[in-house]
């Protein structure tokens, strides 16, 4: 079918690392713009990172930027997502998600924070972090 498997989270103490891995396959592997988000129980998902398929594109949500970093391999079908300084307010179930959205469309930077243009979901990967 397509949908991305994410792997690699885990339990780190604040001011660790994880390196965050989403596999695609299929449509999602096609798919030009592949995002994280993140959803802790009794509030929405919100919107993490994304990348374009070319990779010279990528978006951060405020509170991340300067602590994230996403990049994609397409070689291998893999987009990793690398944080470091994790809070515990970062914890969350993280999740993959492919969309064929198009950088060229105008309002681009807008629409890959909104989850509903997301067409290709995984089931998510728990992170937790420790104060």
């Known amino acids: 079918q397509g949908q991305p498997v994410e792997s690699g989270g885990g339990l780190v103490q604040a001011g660790g690392s994880l390196r965050l891995s989403c596999a695609l396959s299929?449509?999602?592997?096609?798919?030009?713009?592949i995002g994280w988000f993140r959803q802790v129980p009794g509030k929405e998902r919100e919107f993490v990172a994304a990348?374009?398929?070319?990779?010279?594109?990528?978006y951060y949500e405020d509170s991340v930027k300067g602590r994230f970093t996403i990049s994609r391999d397409n070689a291998k079908d893999m987009v990793y997502l690398q944080m470091s300084s994790l809070k515990p307010e970062d914890t969350a179930v993280y999740f993959c998600?492919?969309?064929?959205?198009?950088?060229?469309?105008?309002?681009?930077?807008?629409?890959?924070?909104?989850?509903?243009?997301?067409?290709?979901w995984g089931q998510g990967t728990q992170v937790t972090v420790s104060s």
């Open positions: 998600a492919a969309s064929g959205l198009s950088s060229a469309n105008h309002a681009i930077a807008a629409m890959v924070r909104d989850f509903i243009w997301y067409d290709y």
């Open positions: 990348i374009s398929k070319s990779v010279d594109s990528t």
């Open positions: 299929g449509r999602s592997a096609i798919s030009y713009f």
